[in-house]
């Protein structure tokens, strides 16, 4: 109940008239202190609200003009305490949302039978009471507060003109500025004559603003006492209410905060110095709490990881440092917390996905009162050493571990180094090999043009290194024919220090060149877009695909990041998929969906298909993926979505209707209730017929041939119930159509203009049929449509008239379509409803 005994009368708009009916039954026959008042439209209810006070108000949410989201904003513009319950029949979570952001009261979905109304009928008491009783605390509130004349300041009622005029003064203002509470309300002193002149702009703005937003205004400044001293005042008032006048008037309370505004002012003298000093530090500073948790930061922090400081302020150091580095990282912490010092070098991701290396440095630091508060400490950045450190074991890798064998000359031109694939490929341990004349392995021929292309290059600026054919001798005597990558190598002075050569097969070399010009043109072939990237997101490949679904080709992306093509949120959660493969040996690949973004900035929803590249000494080496177009299927869903939601939102209310007056028929014996449940019968029928026929005509047309425009519009007028209507054809002409199509045209816009086109004198109306330039026309001499109905007419559902279905109209858009087609609404010229259907831009 509400709480308070009093009768509630409710305002319930829905555009069903039986389902409006069956509500106020319920709710007053089964409460007898709830009064219904129903209006079949959003504008109707406004109308009826504004000519009398209502406690709720209950609204459907689908109806035509204005819906009840678009509804409940305009109540809550007028009146916004009031609550509003909105009872639908469309529920998801959008609009569940929408609504609640609007400031709906209570969101209820209608059910099947009786309960659904003893359930709204507790929403409205519940809503009802709540808003009385907040109503009489705010009243008691208001009076408590006058009560505090005895705080450290002065309480004041005055009006919000300039120089803010005291109606009323407590006793306090006096020993607060000099001044006595009388000379302030005889207007002898006013207010705004103490203020300082740089601080009443300022203040009057702030003012004007909180109240403005209908918000208390807090705000601290500066005043001149009685006695010229400079004072700092804190005040808190708002709004009670207006005077005769219109005027706004203030209540609040004002209090001296000199001695606060001078410590604080000197604390942030000593925080600006402490700020500027830190944020000139090139290293990251930080402050973590002993939950990890970032306390305290530097500019520098904010630069490098990209992030914004409000998202720093809820992050903690885990969320900064790689996933990969977390075990010791919080090892090295709690090390921290117990020694007192730490150290680790650990990955940093930033906010658009870069990784960097830092050595992180950190030391206990303890509160004013000796209490352990945090970790303190610097990050380096270290990713440039880090780089260094790991080319040089990759070249040592590549050098011990490739497949090709490499060796080093000194200045003499002996072995100096060999790796183990030089021993394998000539048959020699690697000891015996080192030191040795390269002519042991290789004929002299061959030796001789090697030196003299080293030569050739020491005397050539442009060149670095060279390639020649040379053949090689193994232990067992077989001859090898190689390509001979050769270069020159220099001290840190400049002066020759040797060479360096790189040996390869040639027939291996051709035999994988032949491979991959095979893989190559696989990959071209493929229909669909193929890419590979590195490490850090940046293509490496793209083939000619990709140009036509995103508009850059494909030497336009190699090189670039992803982020290119792809936005950032969607980036994140394809890199953590990625994490995923890399977390699980047992998967290979992943596949998700999301979109890509062309050159233009326009978005197409695209599937992906994921694989790892093959790894390098354990470490993530990029990833390949393939891209599929994937909108036609998206739009087939979206479609299905939208019918499923007009056919489950458009048999809900005939279907409550039945089973509403069947319940309502057997609990009072009045039978005259199963006529209306009949009538919702027959209206689900015809809502099944129209939504069938409606899905049909959603497909491509049949078999077309030239049609006879007159002749059939006069073959679907004799299957439509015309009444005393009258048919005129005017003019003949023929038309390339399916006829079985076209003819479903002419009978729902026969059926549209007898049911709605009637004529203002009450006499049959006349149906034309005629030819244009560019096609035809359908007109009658009826009322005709309003000019701002007419953009609704053809969306699924519309229909202003309580047995129409919504959908005839919607048939003839979708055929109109289906043959490519344009149909637009205007005014015949007897002032009726005139349907102009253009086929060709010429005739």
Known sequence: MSGHGDEISVLHV???????????????????????????????????????????????HDMPGMDGLEFLKVVREEYEELPFILFTGKGNEEIASDAISAGVTEYLQKGVGTDQYA????????????????????????????????????VYRARNEPDWPMQFVSNGAAELVGYSSAAFESGDVSWGSLIKDSEIERLW?????????????????????????????????????????????????????????????ELANQRAFTE??????????????????LVRWNDTVSSVTGYTNEKLASMDIGDIVADSDHEKLWEVFEETLETGYGTIEAGIETADGERLQYEFKGSLIEDGRGDLFGIAGIGRDITERKRRERELREYRTLVENVGDPMYILDTDGRIEMANEAMAAHLGYDRAEIVGSEPARFMPEADVERGTALIRDLLGDDERTWAAYEMRTISADGTVRINEDRIAPLFDEEGNFDGSVGVMRETTERKQRERELERYETIIEAVGDPVYTLDDEGVFTYVNEAIEQLTG???????????????????????S?????????????????????????????????????????????????????????RKDRERQLAEFASVVSHDLR???????????????????SHLEAAESAADRMDELINDLLTLARQGETVGETAMVDLAALAGQAWIDVETGEATLEKIGTATIEADAARLRAVFENLF?????????????????????????????????????????????????????????????????????????????????????????????
Not at 214 to 235: C, H, K, L, N
Not at 653 to 671: C, F, Q
């Open 205 to 265: 703005e702030t003012v004007q603003a909180c109240i403005a937003a209908d918000e208390p205004f807090e705000v601290s400044y500066q005043i001149e006492t009685a006695d010229g001293e400079t004072r700092w005042m804190w005040e808190r008032g708002r709004v009670v209410g207006t005077d005769d006048d219109g005027v706004e008037i203030l209540e609040g309370f004002i209090t001296d905060v000199t001695a606060r505004e001078e410590r604080e002012r």
């Open 576 to 632: 953590e998929l990625i994490r995923t493969i890399l977390s699980d040996p047992t998967r290979q690949n992943v596949t998700f969906e999301t979109d890509i973004v062309d050159q233009t900035g326009n978005h197409t929803p695209i599937e992906i298909h994921i694989a790892l590249l093959p790894a390098t000494d354990g470490e993530f080496n990029g990833t390949a993926g393939v891209i599929r177009d994937i909108s036609d």
């Open 14 to 60: 829905d555009d069903d008239p039986d389902l409006g009916d069956l509500v106020a039954v319920h709710l007053e026959q089964t409460h007898g202190d709830i009064s219904v008042c129903t209006e079949r439209s959003a504008a109707d209810g406004l109308d009826r609200l504004s000519e009398r006070a209502f406690d709720c108000v209950v609204s459907d």
């Open 653 to 671: 209310n005939p279907l409550n209707v039945v089973k509403g007056r069947i319940s309502v028929a057997r609990t009072s014996g009045d039978v």
């Open 276 to 293: 500027k000093l830190i944020d000139s530090i090139d290293d990251m500073f930080y402050v973590v709490g002993t939950d990890g948790s």
């Open 119 to 154: 359930v709204l009928a507790n929403r409205i008491e519940r809503a009802v009471g709540e808003r009385r009783a907040k109503t009489a605390l705010e009243e008691s509130e208001r009076m408590l507060s006058t009560l505090i004349s005895n705080l450290p300041g002065m």
């Open 552 to 574: 850059f080709e494909p030497d336009e992306l190699i090189g670039e990041h992803i982020s290119t093509i792809m936005t950032g949120e969607d980036i994140n959660r394809g």
């Open 751 to 843: 059926c549209n203009a007898v049911k709605h086109g009637r004529r203002a004198d009450g006499a049959p109306i006349t149906v034309s049929v005629g030819t244009t330039d560019t096609g035809f026309y359908v007109a009658d001499d009826g009322v005709g449509i309003p000019p701002e109905e007419r953009d609704d007419v053809f969306e699924r559902g519309y229909t202003t008239s309580d047995a129409g279905t919504g959908f005839g109209l919607a048939i003839v858009a979708e055929v109109a379509q289906a043959h490519g087609w344009s149909v637009s609404v205007t005014e015949s010229e007897s002032g009726g409803a005139r349907f102009e259907f253009t086929t060709s831009s010429e005739r």
